[in-house]
Protein backbone atom coordinates (compact mmCIF):
# COMPACT_ATOMS: atom_id res chain seq x y z
CA UNK A 1 0.00 0.00 0.00
CA UNK A 2 3.11 2.76 0.67
CA UNK A 3 3.16 2.55 -3.20
CA UNK A 4 -0.33 3.40 -4.08
CA UNK A 5 0.35 7.61 -3.23
CA UNK A 6 2.64 8.31 -5.95
CA UNK A 7 2.19 5.23 -8.18
CA UNK A 8 -1.63 6.89 -8.89
CA UNK A 9 0.07 9.87 -10.21
CA UNK A 10 2.98 7.68 -12.36
CA UNK A 11 -0.19 5.42 -13.61
CA UNK A 12 -1.72 8.40 -15.96
CA UNK A 13 1.91 9.65 -17.53
CA UNK A 14 1.68 7.00 -20.80
CA UNK A 15 -2.05 8.57 -21.65
CA UNK A 16 -1.04 12.31 -20.82
CA UNK A 17 2.33 11.73 -22.95
CA UNK A 18 0.58 9.82 -25.55
CA UNK A 19 -1.45 13.20 -26.07
CA UNK A 20 1.21 15.27 -25.89
CA UNK A 21 2.34 13.20 -28.82
CA UNK A 22 -0.59 13.11 -30.65
CA UNK A 23 -2.58 16.09 -29.82
CA UNK A 24 -5.44 13.41 -30.58
CA UNK A 25 -8.36 15.24 -29.08
CA UNK A 26 -11.05 12.23 -29.56
CA UNK A 27 -9.14 9.60 -28.16
CA UNK A 28 -8.12 11.78 -25.35
CA UNK A 29 -11.79 12.98 -24.52
CA UNK A 30 -13.05 9.47 -24.78
CA UNK A 31 -10.00 7.58 -22.78
CA UNK A 32 -6.66 9.24 -21.89
CA UNK A 33 -8.39 12.27 -19.74
CA UNK A 34 -10.52 10.21 -17.96
CA UNK A 35 -7.62 8.86 -16.25
CA UNK A 36 -5.93 11.73 -15.57
CA UNK A 37 -8.82 13.57 -14.03
CA UNK A 38 -9.51 10.19 -11.77
CA UNK A 39 -5.47 10.56 -10.59
CA UNK A 40 -6.02 14.00 -10.13
CA UNK A 41 -9.03 13.64 -8.11
CA UNK A 42 -7.35 11.18 -5.28
CA UNK A 43 -4.93 13.74 -5.32
CA UNK A 44 -7.69 16.53 -4.74
CA UNK A 45 -8.46 14.41 -1.63
CA UNK A 46 -5.73 13.44 -0.27
CA UNK A 47 -4.34 16.77 -0.04
CA UNK A 48 -4.88 18.30 3.28
CA UNK A 49 -4.53 21.88 4.05
CA UNK A 50 -2.54 22.49 7.33
CA UNK A 51 -2.47 25.46 9.66
CA UNK A 52 0.95 26.53 8.07
CA UNK A 53 -1.46 27.37 4.77
CA UNK A 54 0.03 24.73 2.49
CA UNK A 55 -1.07 21.29 1.37
CA UNK A 56 -0.12 18.20 2.87
CA UNK A 57 -0.04 14.52 1.91
CA UNK A 58 -0.25 11.66 5.05
CA UNK A 59 0.45 9.23 5.22
CA UNK A 60 3.23 8.57 2.94
CA UNK A 61 5.76 7.05 1.26
CA UNK A 62 8.25 6.29 -1.16
CA UNK A 63 9.53 3.21 -2.53
CA UNK A 64 9.64 0.24 -1.16
CA UNK A 65 10.05 2.21 2.31
CA UNK A 66 7.84 0.69 5.38
CA UNK A 67 6.30 2.58 7.99
CA UNK A 68 8.99 3.65 10.94
CA UNK A 69 6.18 4.96 13.07
CA UNK A 70 7.37 8.51 12.71
CA UNK A 71 4.54 11.06 11.25
CA UNK A 72 7.90 12.76 10.34
CA UNK A 73 9.20 9.85 7.91
CA UNK A 74 6.17 9.42 5.83
CA UNK A 75 4.64 12.86 5.59
CA UNK A 76 5.53 14.56 2.12
CA UNK A 77 7.87 12.21 0.89
CA UNK A 78 9.37 13.41 -2.31
CA UNK A 79 8.15 10.58 -4.55
CA UNK A 80 5.09 11.59 -3.80
CA UNK A 81 4.49 15.06 -3.77
CA UNK A 82 6.56 14.90 -7.04
CA UNK A 83 4.17 12.63 -8.59
CA UNK A 84 1.11 14.54 -7.22
CA UNK A 85 2.78 18.16 -8.90
CA UNK A 86 2.86 16.68 -12.17
CA UNK A 87 -0.21 14.95 -12.44
CA UNK A 88 -2.12 18.32 -10.96
CA UNK A 89 -0.16 19.86 -13.96
CA UNK A 90 -1.35 17.68 -16.67
CA UNK A 91 -4.83 17.97 -15.31
CA UNK A 92 -5.27 21.40 -15.51
CA UNK A 93 -3.52 21.38 -19.12
CA UNK A 94 -5.67 18.64 -20.28
CA UNK A 95 -8.54 20.18 -18.79
CA UNK A 96 -7.86 23.47 -20.53
CA UNK A 97 -7.37 21.74 -23.67
CA UNK A 98 -10.80 20.28 -24.12
CA UNK A 99 -11.90 23.00 -22.62
CA UNK A 100 -13.78 20.76 -19.36
CA UNK A 101 -14.38 20.77 -15.87
CA UNK A 102 -13.26 24.65 -14.93
CA UNK A 103 -14.19 23.96 -11.44
CA UNK A 104 -12.32 21.49 -10.70
CA UNK A 105 -9.60 23.16 -12.44
CA UNK A 106 -9.78 26.01 -9.87
CA UNK A 107 -9.16 23.07 -6.98
CA UNK A 108 -6.30 21.27 -8.87
CA UNK A 109 -4.53 24.85 -9.60
CA UNK A 110 -5.24 25.90 -5.42
CA UNK A 111 -3.14 22.92 -4.72
CA UNK A 112 -0.62 22.98 -6.98
CA UNK A 113 0.05 26.58 -6.22
CA UNK A 114 0.08 26.20 -1.76
CA UNK A 115 1.53 22.76 -1.94
CA UNK A 116 4.25 21.56 0.76
CA UNK A 117 7.77 21.11 -0.42
CA UNK A 118 9.45 18.02 -0.84
CA UNK A 119 10.10 15.71 2.72
CA UNK A 120 9.22 19.72 4.29
CA UNK A 121 11.34 21.72 2.84
CA UNK A 122 10.36 25.18 1.41
CA UNK A 123 8.86 24.60 -2.28
CA UNK A 124 10.95 25.51 -4.94
CA UNK A 125 11.37 29.52 -5.74
CA UNK A 126 11.63 28.97 -9.94
CA UNK A 127 9.73 30.85 -12.27
CA UNK A 128 9.96 31.99 -16.10
CA UNK A 129 11.06 28.71 -18.36
CA UNK A 130 12.99 27.48 -15.65
CA UNK A 131 9.72 26.92 -13.70
CA UNK A 132 8.38 25.55 -16.57
CA UNK A 133 10.92 22.81 -17.54
CA UNK A 134 11.33 22.17 -14.09
CA UNK A 135 6.94 21.45 -14.22
CA UNK A 136 7.13 19.44 -17.72
CA UNK A 137 10.28 17.38 -16.51
CA UNK A 138 8.47 14.63 -15.16
CA UNK A 139 9.51 13.41 -11.76
CA UNK A 140 11.26 9.95 -12.15
CA UNK A 141 13.94 11.53 -14.75
CA UNK A 142 14.63 13.92 -12.33
CA UNK A 143 15.09 11.85 -9.45
CA UNK A 144 16.86 8.52 -9.87
CA UNK A 145 20.22 8.78 -9.33
CA UNK A 146 22.86 6.01 -10.38
CA UNK A 147 24.78 4.10 -8.60
CA UNK A 148 28.02 4.06 -10.17
CA UNK A 149 30.07 6.85 -12.13
CA UNK A 150 29.73 4.70 -15.42
CA UNK A 151 30.40 8.14 -17.65
CA UNK A 152 34.09 7.38 -16.22
CA UNK A 153 34.68 4.26 -17.91
CA UNK A 154 36.53 3.84 -20.71
CA UNK A 155 38.12 0.84 -22.45
CA UNK A 156 37.56 -2.24 -21.31
CA UNK A 157 37.40 -1.69 -17.63
CA UNK A 158 33.54 -1.76 -16.54
CA UNK A 159 32.03 -0.32 -13.78
CA UNK A 160 29.36 -2.05 -11.48
CA UNK A 161 26.34 -0.86 -11.76
CA UNK A 162 23.99 -2.55 -9.39
CA UNK A 163 21.37 -5.05 -9.08
CA UNK A 164 19.09 -2.84 -11.03
CA UNK A 165 19.42 -2.31 -15.05
CA UNK A 166 16.62 0.18 -15.03
CA UNK A 167 18.71 2.92 -13.08
CA UNK A 168 20.83 3.35 -16.32
CA UNK A 169 17.95 4.24 -18.77
CA UNK A 170 16.27 6.36 -15.99
CA UNK A 171 19.12 8.49 -14.75
CA UNK A 172 20.69 8.73 -18.21
CA UNK A 173 17.33 10.20 -19.23
CA UNK A 174 17.23 12.64 -16.54
CA UNK A 175 21.07 14.08 -17.20
CA UNK A 176 20.00 14.14 -21.07
CA UNK A 177 16.74 16.45 -19.94
CA UNK A 178 19.00 18.45 -17.47
CA UNK A 179 22.44 19.45 -19.88
CA UNK A 180 23.99 16.87 -17.64
CA UNK A 181 25.64 14.33 -20.44
CA UNK A 182 27.87 14.36 -22.89
CA UNK A 183 28.07 12.26 -25.83
CA UNK A 184 32.29 12.83 -26.75
CA UNK A 185 32.89 11.94 -22.87
CA UNK A 186 29.83 9.38 -21.58
CA UNK A 187 28.64 7.54 -24.44
CA UNK A 188 31.12 4.96 -24.66
CA UNK A 189 30.35 4.12 -21.12
CA UNK A 190 27.45 3.87 -21.24
CA UNK A 191 28.16 1.45 -24.50
CA UNK A 192 29.75 -0.60 -22.26
CA UNK A 193 27.16 -1.33 -19.58
CA UNK A 194 24.98 -2.26 -22.13
CA UNK A 195 27.16 -4.36 -23.76
CA UNK A 196 27.88 -6.00 -19.89
CA UNK A 197 24.27 -6.49 -19.48
CA UNK A 198 23.09 -7.65 -22.15
CA UNK A 199 22.16 -11.57 -22.92
CA UNK A 200 23.24 -13.91 -26.13
CA UNK A 201 19.78 -13.23 -27.73
CA UNK A 202 20.23 -9.47 -27.33
CA UNK A 203 17.58 -8.58 -24.41
CA UNK A 204 19.39 -7.07 -21.25
CA UNK A 205 18.52 -8.47 -17.88
CA UNK A 206 16.36 -6.24 -15.49
CA UNK A 207 17.94 -7.79 -12.72
CA UNK A 208 21.64 -8.62 -11.60
CA UNK A 209 22.13 -12.45 -12.55
CA UNK A 210 24.15 -12.85 -9.06
CA UNK A 211 21.63 -12.74 -6.05
CA UNK A 212 19.01 -12.22 -7.96
CA UNK A 213 18.73 -15.22 -10.45
CA UNK A 214 17.49 -14.65 -14.03
CA UNK A 215 15.00 -11.88 -13.56
CA UNK A 216 13.76 -9.64 -16.35
CA UNK A 217 11.85 -6.60 -16.04
CA UNK A 218 10.85 -5.86 -19.48
CA UNK A 219 9.97 -2.40 -18.96
CA UNK A 220 13.51 -1.00 -18.14
CA UNK A 221 15.03 -3.15 -20.31
CA UNK A 222 13.58 -1.95 -23.40
CA UNK A 223 13.78 1.47 -22.25
CA UNK A 224 17.00 1.32 -22.91
CA UNK A 225 16.45 2.85 -26.42
CA UNK A 226 15.52 5.69 -25.19
CA UNK A 227 18.46 7.55 -24.25
CA UNK A 228 19.87 7.18 -27.88
CA UNK A 229 16.90 8.35 -29.20
CA UNK A 230 17.05 11.67 -26.99
CA UNK A 231 20.63 12.22 -27.81
CA UNK A 232 18.98 12.58 -31.45
CA UNK A 233 15.15 14.52 -30.45
CA UNK A 234 13.98 15.84 -27.51
CA UNK A 235 11.24 17.80 -27.54
CA UNK A 236 9.51 17.34 -23.78
CA UNK A 237 9.48 21.10 -22.77
CA UNK A 238 7.69 22.28 -25.70
CA UNK A 239 9.98 22.91 -28.00
CA UNK A 240 12.44 20.68 -30.09
CA UNK A 241 16.15 20.11 -29.57
CA UNK A 242 17.71 18.66 -32.61
CA UNK A 243 20.56 16.07 -31.98
CA UNK A 244 21.15 17.74 -28.29
CA UNK A 245 23.94 16.18 -27.42
CA UNK A 246 25.68 13.78 -30.54
CA UNK A 247 29.56 12.35 -30.71
CA UNK A 248 30.84 15.18 -33.41
CA UNK A 249 32.42 12.93 -35.97
CA UNK A 250 30.06 10.27 -36.02
CA UNK A 251 27.36 10.92 -38.78
CA UNK A 252 23.81 9.71 -38.11
CA UNK A 253 19.83 10.30 -39.56
CA UNK A 254 16.75 9.42 -38.40
CA UNK A 255 13.37 9.72 -39.80
CA UNK A 256 10.46 10.44 -38.99
CA UNK A 257 11.22 10.51 -34.88
CA UNK A 258 7.62 11.39 -33.28
CA UNK A 259 7.65 14.31 -30.94
CA UNK A 260 5.41 16.59 -28.76
CA UNK A 261 3.11 18.91 -30.79
CA UNK A 262 2.37 15.70 -33.24
CA UNK A 263 5.09 16.59 -35.43
CA UNK A 264 7.24 13.77 -36.96
CA UNK A 265 10.95 14.98 -37.40
CA UNK A 266 13.75 13.33 -39.43
CA UNK A 267 17.46 15.31 -39.30
CA UNK A 268 20.28 14.12 -40.53
CA UNK A 269 24.26 14.87 -38.70
CA UNK A 270 27.17 15.29 -40.55
CA UNK A 271 30.91 16.76 -39.75
CA UNK A 272 29.77 17.79 -36.74
CA UNK A 273 26.52 19.76 -37.07
CA UNK A 274 23.28 19.60 -38.27
CA UNK A 275 22.81 19.43 -41.90
CA UNK A 276 19.62 18.37 -42.34
CA UNK A 277 16.12 19.10 -41.05
CA UNK A 278 12.65 18.71 -42.11
CA UNK A 279 9.15 18.31 -39.74
CA UNK A 280 5.80 16.87 -40.49
CA UNK A 281 2.83 18.63 -38.71
CA UNK A 282 0.18 16.40 -38.29
CA UNK A 283 -2.29 18.75 -36.37
CA UNK A 284 -1.53 21.99 -37.64
CA UNK A 285 0.02 22.91 -33.72
CA UNK A 286 2.72 25.68 -33.75
CA UNK A 287 6.38 24.41 -33.94
CA UNK A 288 8.88 25.82 -31.36
CA UNK A 289 12.29 25.02 -32.03
CA UNK A 290 15.84 25.66 -30.25
CA UNK A 291 17.56 27.12 -32.91
CA UNK A 292 20.94 24.13 -34.52
CA UNK A 293 22.53 27.10 -35.86
CA UNK A 294 23.78 30.11 -34.12
CA UNK A 295 22.68 32.43 -36.57
CA UNK A 296 18.94 31.09 -36.18
CA UNK A 297 16.09 29.40 -39.15
CA UNK A 298 14.98 30.60 -41.78
CA UNK A 299 11.77 27.77 -42.68
CA UNK A 300 10.00 27.22 -46.47
CA UNK A 301 6.91 24.63 -46.61
CA UNK A 302 6.85 21.74 -49.55
CA UNK A 303 5.54 24.18 -52.37
CA UNK A 304 8.65 26.37 -51.21
CA UNK A 305 7.34 29.75 -49.90
CA UNK A 306 9.23 30.93 -46.75
CA UNK A 307 7.01 30.98 -43.72
CA UNK A 308 7.17 33.84 -40.71
CA UNK A 309 9.13 33.02 -38.08
CA UNK A 310 8.53 34.75 -34.86
CA UNK A 311 9.19 33.84 -30.79
CA UNK A 312 7.05 32.43 -27.90
CA UNK A 313 7.31 34.24 -24.53
CA UNK A 314 10.95 32.87 -23.66
CA UNK A 315 12.51 33.84 -26.90
CA UNK A 316 12.83 30.67 -28.64
CA UNK A 317 12.09 30.37 -32.21
CA UNK A 318 8.17 29.67 -33.24
CA UNK A 319 6.05 29.42 -36.69
CA UNK A 320 2.98 28.34 -37.55
CA UNK A 321 2.04 25.43 -39.58
CA UNK A 322 -0.88 23.63 -41.27
CA UNK A 323 -1.94 19.70 -40.43
CA UNK A 324 -0.27 17.42 -43.30
CA UNK A 325 2.27 19.99 -44.35
CA UNK A 326 5.85 19.27 -44.42
CA UNK A 327 8.33 22.30 -43.53
CA UNK A 328 11.83 22.39 -44.31
CA UNK A 329 14.33 23.98 -41.62
CA UNK A 330 17.84 25.10 -42.72
CA UNK A 331 20.16 27.85 -41.23
CA UNK A 332 19.26 31.02 -41.88
CA UNK A 333 21.81 31.88 -43.76
CA UNK A 334 22.19 28.95 -45.74
CA UNK A 335 22.57 29.62 -49.74
CA UNK A 336 20.00 28.22 -51.99
CA UNK A 337 22.45 25.96 -53.62
CA UNK A 338 23.18 24.54 -50.69
CA UNK A 339 19.86 23.04 -50.09
CA UNK A 340 19.32 19.74 -49.09
CA UNK A 341 16.45 17.81 -49.29
CA UNK A 342 15.01 15.47 -46.39
CA UNK A 343 12.56 12.47 -47.54
CA UNK A 344 9.81 11.27 -45.15
CA UNK A 345 8.51 7.73 -45.90
Not at 251 to 271: C, I, K, T, Y
Amino acid sequence: MGRMAYMTGWAMHQYWWRYLYTLDKDWFRATGYPVVRDCALFYTDFLQKRADGLYHIFPSNQGEDGFTGNPKDYTDRAQVMQQMRYCLRAAILASEALGIDADLRSQWRDRLEHAAGDDGKPPLALSGLAKDRNEALPPEFGTVTPTCDYRATSGKTLPELGWYFGQFPLSTLGQLRRGEFDAERDLPGSRHLIEAWRRPNGLIWGMAVDGYGRAGAWTESLGVTAPLQEMMLQSWDGALRIFPTWPKKLDARFENFRAEGAFLVSAAWAQGQVAELAIRSERGAPCRIYSPWPRGIRVTDSAGREIAIGADAYGRPEFATQPGMLYRVQSRHASAGNQKTVSLK
